[in-house]
């Protein structure tokens, strides 16, 4: 079982809100994931609140061998700059 770690989208038209999920690669985007890690709000004007994660299911998902998408990876590492 390839996991991957990517956005699912979620929200009304014109208004995107995204889940952070741990799913299996050969699921469509919006199929039901394994695990959710957390959500991110691209609409939240402030930036510490834009991306809710849970870390410690992050790395284990990492640490299994779970890819993250390029986007997510972006999030994370933003994310992590807000926290300090």
Do not use: C, F
């Not at 996991?3 to 699912?8: A, M, N, P, S, Y």
């Not at 889940?19 to 695990?35: D, F, L, M, N, T």
């Not at 959500?39 to 939240?44: A, I």
């Not at 849970?54 to 700059?81: C, F, M, Q």
Request: hydrophobic residues 35%.
């Amino acid at each position: 079982m390839a996991v991957v770690i990517r956005l699912q989208r979620k929200g009304k038209p014109h208004q995107p809100y995204y889940r952070v999920v741990a799913i299996e690669k050969a699921r469509a985007a919006s199929g039901q994931p394994v695990e959710v890690l957390g959500t991110y709000n691209p609409r939240e004007l402030t930036a510490g609140k834009k991306v809710s994660l849970n870390k410690e299911r992050y790395e284990h998902w990492i640490k299994v061998g779970a890819k993250p998408s390029d986007t997510v990876r972006a999030l994370v590492k933003t994310a992590g700059k807000n926290a300090a």
